[in-house]
């Protein structure tokens, strides 16, 4: 059975750097094909992708957010880690993280994802 | 702005079928995949492929492709699909990854 579940701070300042933790259980980041990925959600908001790590630790990151983005992964903790700098209030949202399966080409697959975690940006 | 689109809006009688569409123009070089969101719950995927259900998920669901649009058909809807759907697939480069503005559906 795989499990994700996010962890860092519900409260950050704005211009500070956020830090986001996602442990998982059930699968290896080692095994080819698979990724985890990071997906926000304002308040009443669409999901929103942000990056991805791959079992080959590729990243990718969106296109808008990429100079404020790095994700990490550590394969001995079965950790995934997310940095997102000069956080506004308009970052106000839950964030997930999801685990990306092996698959065929073309298609785009994240499943489970975790609870995700809330992160307030305020001052 | 979001690469794909959709309806926001869709409603639908118990028991009848509903379609929700999701448009995008890389939805002709790769295929959509379909969450369900609850208020308060993280997303599950509903359909991904061609027209794969994961487990557990019941078979009034179901996906199709044409062109730019991908759809996902309930058939004989029930109550508790009244939910958000959000459609995701790669952008137009392949690289990344990107997921419509969602389809509020009450039933």
């Known amino acids: 059975q795989i499990t994700l579940k996010e962890s860092g701070p519900t409260l950050v300042k704005p211009t500070q750097t956020l830090t986001l933790t996602c442990t998982f259980s059930g699968f290896s980041l080692n095994t080819f094909g698979v990724g985890v990925g990071w997906i926000r959600q304002p308040p009443g908001k669409a999901l929103e992708w942000l990056a991805l790590?791959?079992?080959?630790?590729?990243?990718r990151y969106s296109a808008s957010l990429k100079n404020r983005l790095i994700i990490t992964r550590d394969t001995s903790k079965n950790q995934v880690v997310l940095t997102m700098t000069n956080m506004d209030p308009a970052d106000t949202g839950t964030y997930y993280c999801a685990h990306r399966p092996l698959l065929v080409f073309g298609e785009s697959v994240f499943d489970p994802w975790g609870q995700g975690t809330l992160v307030i940006v305020s001052s | 702005s979001s690469e794909l689109t959709q309806d926001p809006d869709v409603s639908v009688a118990l028991g009848q079928t509903v379609r929700i569409t999701c448009q995008g123009g890389?939805?002709?070089?790769?295929?959509a995949s379909w969450y369900q969101q609850k208020p308060g719950q993280a997303p599950i995927l509903v359909m991904y492929g061609l027209n794969n259900r994961p487990s557990g998920i019941p078979g009034r669901f179901s996906g199709s492709s044409s062109g730019n649009t991908a759809s996902l058909t309930i058939t004989g809807a029930q109550a508790e699909d009244e939910a958000d759907y959000y459609c995701?697939?790669?952008?137009?480069?392949?690289?990344?990854?990107?997921f419509g503005p969602g389809t509020k559906v009450t039933v």
């Open positions: 890389s939805l002709s070089s790769y295929y």
């Open positions: 995701n697939s790669r952008d137009s480069s392949g690289d990344l990854y990107v």
């Open positions: 790590v791959y079992w080959d630790d590729d990243k």
